[in-house]
T-cell receptor, first 113, second 116 residues
Framework: GDSVTQMEGPVTLSEEAFLTINCTYTATGYPSLFWYVQYPGEGLQLLLKATKADDKGSNKGFEATYRKETTSFHLEKGSVQVSDSAVYFCALSSPEYGNKLVFGAGTILRVKS | GAGVSQTPSNKVTEKGKYVELRCDPISGHTALYWYRQSLGQGPEFLIYFQGTGAADDSGLPNDRFFAVRPEGSVSTLKIQRTERGDSAVYLC??????????????FGQGTRLTVV
């Protein structure tokens, strides 16, 4: 079945450092890809998405590009802030399966000031 | 309401008891999903409703788990004869439609179930 593998954490960075969280997927079709974020004490919320190959999703300074050739959707940010500390989940969905989400295990990001 | 609402936020129950978890989705959202998240893991799919009907219940772990959405809005996840392994955070999400590419799902804050 479809699956998502993402970089293990926790990832600890200093403020203004460059962030990469790796995500690769396995899917039988052409899924949409997502990054969801869970801030401390809050529910899961969508950070960004891409629906087809070579699309780039972006939001709040974060970016990820849908790479079909490497089945990847790595999350990047050029300069992290303390407020970015959270758990980040890579996920995929396909409309033929009702858009149910398949999640990776999550990566904890800690940003120190 | 403004977002997806789940009640209760916390539930502690004894092994063998029956529990009900409630989800109130965003008004107008026809698709509703239940997920289960164990500590240190990503959410795992349980069941998907499109309107009143369960379109996909392939994620329910066994027949102790059941969910309903009788009027196409509020949904209840029911767990019979609870076991300690059922302890997890149960998440509900809703979206405008289940079959549209890239549709965003909106999540509730979850119900933390602890079986003692």
């Amino acid at each position: 079945g479809d699956s998502v593998t993402q970089m293990e954490g926790p990832v600890t960075l200093s403020e203004e450092a460059f962030l990469t969280i790796n995500c690769t997927y396995t899917a039988t079709g052409y899924p949409s890809l997502f990054w969801y974020v869970q801030y401390p004490g809050e529910g899961l919320q969508l950070l960004l998405k891409a629906t087809k190959a070579d699309d780039k999703g972006s939001n709040k300074g974060f970016e990820a590009t849908y790479r079909k050739e490497t089945t990847s959707f790595h999350l990047e940010k050029g300069s992290v802030q303390v407020s970015d500390s959270a758990v980040y989940f890579c996920a995929l969905s396909s409309p033929e399966y009702g858009n149910k989400l398949v999640f990776g295990a999550g990566t904890i990001l800690r940003v120190k000031s | 309401g403004a977002g997806v609402s789940q009640t209760p936020s916390n539930k502690v129950t004894e092994k063998g008891k029956y529990v009900e978890l409630r989800c109130d989705p965003i008004s107008g959202h026809t698709a509703l999903y239940w997920y289960r998240q164990s500590l240190g893991q990503g959410p795992e799919f349980l069941i998907y409703f499109q309107g009143t009907g369960a379109a996909d219940d392939s994620g329910l772990p066994n027949d102790r788990f059941f969910a309903v959405r009788p009027e196409g809005s509020v949904s209840t996840l029911k767990i019979q004869r609870t076991e300690r392994g059922d302890s997890a955070v149960y998440l509900c999400a809703s979206s405008l439609a289940g079959g549209v590419d890239g549709t965003e799902a909106f999540f509730g804050q979850g119900t933390r179930l602890t079986v003692v």
